[in-house]
């Protein structure tokens, strides 16, 4: 019984730190802008059809699919911002309206482009088996797993020590003092949209390479990815990391003990727990160091 509870635990890790990059991408959106992108698993899920696309068609490893996501991913996320930017009443709601309609046509496109088959990676060299003491995986996820952490780490020395960083935190913060000192926030909006751009097609690639995708993951995705924000708080980047892995333990610990059909129910739970109990979340601040 123990080695099967860390070995849900381990498993609940690794998974938990792919979803903290859509989260941290769902975060910052809304950070600078007080926009909940409702479209941003979509395009995660863009990234990892992506990946499938150069295996199947070129035989290319999903790592190697990295770089073309980036782009494609990157291009959609800034013309997604082109149209919220032009929502001047009302931008928290019209802005919600518009972006899941954006959700619903690229799901839509990814139905009529790959159908609405279960794809997973043939890869051999990504699924093959890793062991750590006790622990067992997926090259993938400790792959993945790595990588998770390496751009989750410089996501924060991004924002804390760079100029750049540091503008994203002041119209974060307060959007007309940024303006006084000398900052576009149009600009800052942009770069935060195709920096969640990046972390999508890394954690689009992560998905598809220990997983499976389908077109209605999307919408899975985003939920998950707001609920870590709650759960985390605004503005705390270990607080978004903390906040995925937790919730990433409680879907392996509910599908290791229970069942995987209840695994979102879990997530939910959990959730609404943290809401009652700590409203401000786990961390609870905007943009901390």
Known sequence: ???LVLQALWSGILTGSSYALIALGLALIFGTMNVINLAHGELVLLAAYVAYTCESAFGASPLLAIPVAIVIVCVAMALTYLLVSRIRANRELNSL???YGIGVMLTNGMLLLWKA??????????????VLGPFYSMRSELLFFLVSVVLIAGLWWWL???WAGRAVRAVASNREAAK???IDPHRVELVSFLVAGLLAAFAGAAIFSFGVIQPALGTSLTIKAFVITVLAGMGSVPGVLVGA???GITESLTTTFASSALQELAGMVLFLFVLFVLPNGLFGTRWRH
């Open 117 to 130: 088959d279960i794809r997973s990676t043939k890869s051999a060299w990504l699924q093959d088996a890793v």
């Open 1 to 3: 019984m123990t080695e």
């Open 180 to 182: 006084l000192m000398g």
């Open 245 to 247: 892995v937790l919730l």
């Open 97 to 99: 309206l518009l972006t």
């Open 160 to 162: 804390t020590r760079t």
